[in-house]
């Protein structure tokens, strides 16, 4: 069982989780309202890296939600913390958007989008603006061991209006075949995305929950980092991915509403 009460971050999936599609879940507003007014803080974690947040700023204040920059964690966020330190000087060739590699290089690392001399580092994102070019540099790169590999994400697909396109994980296990070399992931499920959350708003392992309704991604993540981790099936999960995936919540809610009401 969760101690809702003794929870000052949480941390929270979006879509599936708080809405689906562009239907705001009922409860969401009140559970917003709720952990504000006990000097709470929520936070949106999303594996996306294609974009920065704004665009979900904007989403999210159509749906009714009062939503600012600063509410946001992106798996772009998780890997810029995750490169302070390590990669301070290195060459990095990003693979991805033109906005995921301008918000590494407004952190400060030096960037590039083509294959030259020096690269130590090849980082790869969510690509709406994949080309083969890119394709290709990526697996020369890759012919050199000398070479890191991290991926934002491991996520196989992205969902649209219409169905499905590949996320990262596909174009790197595109990669794979190709190179038979695998990256270190930073996205969900593995724990940086909460870690930096932990770090930048000094909170405790107890005194944090992570919200999803994505056993794989989700929960996984909120195991992987030590905290406890709240199931909702009101998105793509099902009772039974417990077993399938082998990953155990703390608890399963039904939606955010049940949530909201067992938070006092």
């Not at 810029?80 to 991805?96: N, Q, S, T, V």
């Not at 919200?211 to 929960?219: A, E, P, S």
Request: glycine share 8%; hydrophobic share 40%.
């Amino acid at each position: 069982m969760i101690d809702l009460s003794k929870k000052k971050l949480f941390l929270l999936d979006m879509d599936g989780t708080i809405y689906l599609g562009d239907r705001l879940f009922d409860g969401t507003l009140d559970f917003l309202r709720r952990v504000r007014e006990r000097g709470g803080r929520y936070l949106f974690a999303t594996n996306n890296s294609s974009r920065s947040v704004t665009a979900y700023v904007e989403r999210l204040r159509k749906m009714g939600i009062d939503a600012v920059e600063e509410d946001f964690l992106t798996s772009t966020d998780a890997l810029i913390w995750y490169l302070r330190g390590k990669y301070d000087d290195a060459l990095i060739y990003a693979f991805g958007t033109r906005t995921f590699r301008q918000q590494l290089s407004e952190a400060g690392f030096r960037i590039t989008d083509r294959r030259e001399d020096g690269i130590s580092l090849l980082v790869c994102g969510f690509d709406t603006e994949l080309t083969f070019q890119k394709l290709e540099d990526a697996c020369i790169l890759l012919g050199d061991p000398a070479v890191d590999f991290i991926a934002t994400n491991p996520d196989w697909v992205c969902p649209t209006a219409w169905g499905s396109v590949p996320d990262c994980g596909s174009v790197c296990e595109m990669l794979f075949r190709a190179t038979g070399r695998r990256p270190k992931v930073i996205g969900k499920p593995e724990p940086e995305m909460a870690l930096l959350a932990m770090d930048r708003w000094n909170c405790s392992k107890e005194e944090t929950v992570l919200v999803g309704d994505r056993i794989y991604t989700d929960i996984a993540c909120g195991v992987h980092a030590g905290i406890d981790t709240a199931f909702v099936l009101s998105g793509e999960g099902v009772p039974s991915d417990i077993e399938k995936y082998g990953v155990h919540p703390s608890e399963t809610y039904s939606n955010i509403r049940e949530i909201w009401e067992k938070m006092g």
